[in-house]
């Protein structure tokens, strides 16, 4: 492909349209979302569970998520983090997509309020609750170079654990998105330089996660790049299916920003 040279007058046209778009953009967005969920998490009615699995250090897990279902998250055992991809249960072509995610919400944020959209620009995940606000939607997991230069050989990583559970979808490598790291306390400096934040995170942090469509939902809990723990030591986390609960016309992830109303629409259309 040809490079296509820009003038320093088309250069700073575009930068304008785009500058113009993102005031717009933010224009409509919440001037302040919701404070971080109170902790300790609070008990799930029984009634209410659909399913609850554990996930030891270095393992992954995957499940199939009905529309209105809930996925709490919680690191009742200790601190780890969590890597998470999706794929439309209908579709699997559809699947999560971060950098849509973030361009459309203007942030790299995801916290209580926010949506995670598709590559169909359709709403997959809705975060409904969230205690620390503290993951890394830009770095992605660990790989086995990673984990052997940190750790030295026997170690299990994110890149491999979603490789198998893919396969166990019936998916191919080429099909796993960019993971979401979950309670990975990943910020950008001013320098442009990825830094690890412990104090972002709290005892027995948790997130839920509530499903706007059908879904493959894979979970592979091994430490992320920037831990600096020296030792590998993932702490097992507790997954928890909650049944459907219809939110109510305000909700607050399906009217923040102009680009969550519109991914909801398609989620409409695309349900006719």
Known sequence: MQHVRRSPEEIAANRARYEDHQRKGLEFSPKALPAPSSLPAPMIDAALIVHQELIPGGWHWSTRIKRGETLR?????????????????????????????????????????????????????????????????????????????KYGEGTRNTRDNLVLLATKAGLDRRDIPAALSLFAPVRVDQDGKF??????????????????????????NCPHPLDPNPDYRPNPVTVTRIATVEPDAGDLCRTATAEAVRGFENNALAAI
């Open 73 to 149: 998250i919680a690191l009742q055992q200790g601190f780890s983090t969590v890597s998470l991809v999706a794929w439309n249960a209908a579709d699997t072509s559809e699947r999560l997509n971060l950098p849509d995610t973030v361009k459309m919400q203007w942030t790299t944020a995801l916290s209580k309020g926010r949506v995670i959209f598709s590559d169909m620009g359709r709403v997959m995940l809705s975060v409904t609750e969230d205690s620390s606000g503290a993951h890394d939607c830009l770095m992605g997991g660990s790989t086995a170079a990673s984990n052997l230069t």
């Open 195 to 220: 830094r690890w934040k412990p104090e972002l995170l709290n005892d027995g942090d948790y997130i839920e996660l509530r499903a706007e469509m059908e879904m493959i939902v894979g979970l592979a």
